[in-house]
């Protein structure tokens, strides 16, 4: 089934996105003005070695089925969206929400989108899981996942979830 995905950021959403046109998704990315203008008018070209084989081999957005297209910050809504992904690090997309970093040096931050929580558009979409032993007591990704789990959604409508951690562990 095709989903429509969103990418904050063109450089590594054009790397995501060569990957998941194939599967006919529609995709779109969000960047500055000059690489929209590009973006729409050219599509993406990426390069890419792969193992076994001699040289880059070359995706072409316009040979593929699925759909791209760009636009700024402002033109988006995250919520006409299946999946939000932040595929970036350009300073416009930065903000006050950057909290520092985990144990293992991954940024920790509130990431929005035209004024949605994107932690919480995913959780409540139930596309990813909030670790409980970690959050704030109150933390309002708590309720909103336990909403998401009572509704049935995303991965909460797998008879037996397994969060990432415990998959992590049994590997």
């Given at each position: 089934m095709?989903?429509?995905?969103?990418?904050?950021?063109?450089?590594?959403?054009?790397?995501?996105?060569?990957k998941?046109?194939?599967a006919?998704?529609?995709?779109?990315?969000?960047?500055?003005?000059?690489e929209?203008e590009v973006i729409?008018k050219?599509g993406?070209?990426?390069?890419?070695?792969?193992?076994?084989?001699?040289?880059?081999?070359?995706?072409?957005?316009?040979?593929?089925?699925?759909k791209?297209s760009a636009?700024?910050?402002g033109?988006?809504?995250p919520?006409?969206?299946?999946?939000v992904?932040l595929?970036?690090m350009?300073?416009?997309?930065?903000?006050p929400?950057?909290?520092?970093?985990?144990?293992?040096?991954r940024?920790?931050?509130?990431?929005?989108?035209a004024?949605?929580?994107?932690?919480?558009?995913?959780?409540?979409?139930?596309?990813?899981?909030?670790?409980?032993r970690?959050?704030?007591?109150n933390?309002p990704?708590?309720?909103i996942?336990?909403?998401?789990?009572s509704?049935h959604?995303?991965l909460?409508?797998?008879?037996?979830?397994?969060a990432?951690?415990e998959?992590?562990?049994?590997?």
């Amino acid at each position: 089934m095709p989903y429509k995905i969103l990418f904050l950021g063109a450089s590594y959403g054009s790397l995501l996105a060569a990957k998941l046109l194939p599967a006919g998704h529609t995709i779109k990315l969000v960047c500055l003005p000059n690489e929209v203008e590009v973006i729409n008018k050219e599509g993406i070209r990426v390069r890419l070695p792969v193992k076994g084989r001699e040289g880059l081999v070359e995706i072409d957005s316009r040979k593929l089925p699925g759909k791209i297209s760009a636009d700024g910050p402002g033109a988006v809504n995250p919520a006409d969206y299946d999946l939000v992904a932040l595929a970036m690090m350009e300073p416009q997309y930065r903000s006050p929400g950057v909290r520092g970093t985990d144990r293992y040096q991954r940024t920790l931050a509130t990431v929005t989108c035209a004024g949605t929580d994107a932690n919480a558009e995913q959780v409540r979409r139930g596309y990813a899981w909030t670790y409980t032993r970690y959050a704030r007591a109150n933390s309002p990704l708590i309720a909103i996942q336990s909403e998401a789990r009572s509704a049935h959604r995303g991965l909460w409508s797998e008879p037996s979830p397994v969060a990432p951690w415990e998959w992590r562990r049994g590997r």
